[in-house]
């Protein structure tokens, strides 16, 4: 990772570089909850810096709640605290631009098939080494981003799927013909996040910007996972819902 940073500046240190990172790796999934981080030790040498700008990373994802610092054994990537029931109804959020009568355009940012991460494989109910459909979109109202939505899905239960023109195609219509079922439900978790250096780009909002991220694990009818999605909301952006009192 060292010949990932630059030239430390004022507006650009090292050691926010090495946050930036670091953030990354937890974000993608690299370093899934409960992960012991390499050790200050390990970083120093990582990076090829000083321990005070390690230490100063580290205290930057500590105050984000990304980690968590146990005295004598080290950082560990830190567990989620909060989960909210949002309903059993996925969010499909090409319909919802199309009920709200906006004209977005999709943008597909990467596509690639590849064997997932280990957290992510286990959620789609996939063995080592089983490949998914990695996709990242980007979508845009008036050329100005409204999401970037980033999704794994199951190639086994989705034949086909690697196959579809996202920029044509939204997500749920395509799994839902490719595997010849309908979604039933998704198990939802919403987080505040820094943007960071990559999503603040897609995003066009500064680095250091609080945004809005939900997670999706999305299933068939039968109950089979079919894929796992984070999206990505720009700052001053809101979901709203209406969750129906159980009788």
Known sequence: MTSL????????????????????RIYSKAWPPATKIPSEHELV?????????VRKALKALVDEGLLVQVHGKGAFV????????????????????RQQGM??????????????PVEVAHGLGLAPGDPSLFVRRLRTVDSAPVLCQESWSNLIACPGLADVDFTKTSMFDAVQQ?????????????????????????????????VLVLEQKICLEGGTFIEWSTTWFPPGHVLTGVVAQPH
């Not at 830190?78 to 631009?97: C, I, N, Q, W, Y």
């Open 178 to 210: 490719c595997s010849g079922r309908r979604i039933s439900c998704s198990h939802m978790r919403y987080t505040a996040r820094v943007a960071g250096k990559e999503h603040s780009a897609l995003l066009d909002c500064d680095e250091t910007a609080a």
């Open 45 to 53: 040498a990582m990076f090829s810096v000083s321990r005070g700008t």
């Open 5 to 24: 940073l630059t030239s430390g500046t004022k507006t650009n240190p090292l050691h926010l570089q090495i946050a930036d990172l670091l953030r990354e």
């Open 103 to 116: 004209d977005f355009k999709t943008h597909v940012i990467e596509k690639r098939v590849t064997v997932p």
């Open 78 to 97: 830190a567990k989620p605290s909060v989960s909210h029931a949002s309903g059993d109804r996925p969010l499909s959020f090409a319909e919802s631009l």
